[in-house]
């Protein structure tokens, strides 16, 4: 795991599609404004948006709403970055990094895959660059 005070190349490229990705969230309660980006192997990018519904828990988080658009987009291509954005009410940038129901989830597709992720988000106001989304639950749930 490394962290970048700004990011070039295909991160900030990256990075870019998740900040845009932001301006389709729906996020009345909370009022973060959450995109995430990922990046595959043929070189598209695929985006999601958070999520929430009066009808909590039916929501969904921007990594998640992302992985389904990837799967359900009918793609064999491999992922190999995720980027995750965040904004505050008003447009403030804010760190985040991903709940563990997402880190799971970005697990379970590194393993589905067998090929790394690399994941992207703003911490302490420094970019993190994971190896992999295993960096990011260390005692994840294996499979049954």
């Given at each position: ?38 990046l595959l ?11 929430e519904s ?91």
């Amino acid at each position: 795991m490394k962290r970048e005070n700004i990011l070039t190349g295909k991160y900030a490229t990256l990075m870019a599609a998740a900040e845009k990705a932001r301006s389709l969230s729906r996020s009345p309660y909370s009022e973060i404004k959450v995109g995430a980006a990922a990046l595959l192997s043929s070189g598209e990018t695929i985006t999601g948006a958070n999520w929430e519904s009066p009808s909590y828990p039916a929501g969904i988080c921007a990594e998640r709403s992302m992985l389904s658009n990837v799967f359900s987009h009918g793609t064999e291509c491999v992922i190999e970055s995720v980027a995750i954005s965040a904004e505050r009410k008003g447009g403030e940038p804010m760190d985040i990094s991903p709940c563990g129901i997402c880190r799971q989830s970005l697990l379970d597709a590194e393993k589905s895959q067998g090929k790394s992720i690399n994941v992207i988000f703003r911490h302490n106001g420094e970019y993190v660059i994971t190896d992999s989304a295993a960096e990011l639950l260390p005692f994840a749930f294996d499979e049954i």
